[in-house]
T-cell receptor, first 111, second 115 residues
Framework: DAKTTQPTSMDCAEGRAANLPCNHS???????VYWYRQIHSQGPQYIIH???NNETNEMASLIITEDRKSSTLILPHATLRDTAVYYC????????????FGGGTRLMVKP | NAGVMQNPRHLVRRRGQEARLRCSPM?????VYWYRQLPEEGLKFMVY????????ESGMPKERFSAEFPKEGPSILRIQQVVRGDSAAYFC?????????????FGQGTRLTVV
């Protein structure tokens, strides 16, 4: 699976949009971009995933660049409960659902 | 629809004992994945199972660790003769099938402490 690069940590003010970047410059054509988060040692929580089109659900939006070398997860109105480690993962569609977790971005939402 | 259920949530074992961790996947899910998270580290894939089959065990330590997912009942991760270095959070995830557009859902984990 392609490697991803994320900032180690970010801060965001409560109520503002949180934009979490991810670089995956070696992504291949059959690899999806997945985002999970882990809130203080709980089990990872699925957020969203996409292939090449932008995606939106009730939790977040995923913006993937046209060349697919990077993406941004957007939490439109961050709350204190969104404080977590966010993982950007690239998964080969043909390789099962095994996920390779990197270090992620530790998002701190501040009042 | 209950989520992925793991038990026990916390498990304490003395060095040399056996640890059995159970995972019941979401209803309708036939694929199970186990991950380990050492203190202050990221999650590492251990093993991928379907009913009665081990599909990928590339992340499993060569000794003392085994996993199964029988036709009936939960998936079991078994650690024999535990050592202090086995202390970690063990997470299970499940998915309905392996496809291009699927996601895996995680349980809340079992925290194993070896004393």
């Amino acid at each position: 699976d392609a490697k991803t690069t994320q900032p180690t940590s970010m801060d965001c003010a409560e109520g503002r949009a949180a934009n979490l970047p991810c670089n995956h410059s070696t992504i291949s054509g059959n690899e999806y971009v997945y985002w999970y988060r882990q809130i203080h040692s709980q089990g990872p929580q699925y957020i969203i995933h996409g292939l090449k089109n932008n995606e939106t659900n009730e939790m977040a939006s995923l913006i993937i660049t046209e060349d697919r070398k990077s993406s941004t997860l957007i939490l439109p109105h961050a709350t204190l409960r969104d404080t977590a480690v966010y993982y950007c993962i690239v998964r080969d569609a043909n390789a099962g659902n095994m996920l390779t977790f990197g270090g992620g971005t530790r998002l701190m939402v501040k009042p | 629809n209950a989520g992925v259920m793991q038990n026990p949530r916390h498990l304490v074992r003395r060095r040399g004992q056996e640890a059995r961790l159970r995972c019941s996947p979401m209803k309708g899910h036939s694929h199970v994945y186990w991950y380990r998270q050492l203190p202050e580290e990221g999650l590492k894939f251990m093993v991928y199972l379907q009913k009665e089959n081990i599909i990928d065990e590339s992340g499993m330590p060569k000794e003392r660790f085994s996993a199964e997912f029988p036709k009936e009942g939960p998936s079991i991760l078994r650690i024999q003769q535990v050592v202090r270095g086995d202390s970690a959070a063990y997470f299970c995830a499940s998915s309905p099938f392996t496809g291009k557009n699927t996601e895996a859902f995680f349980g809340q984990g079992t925290r194993l402490t070896v004393v």
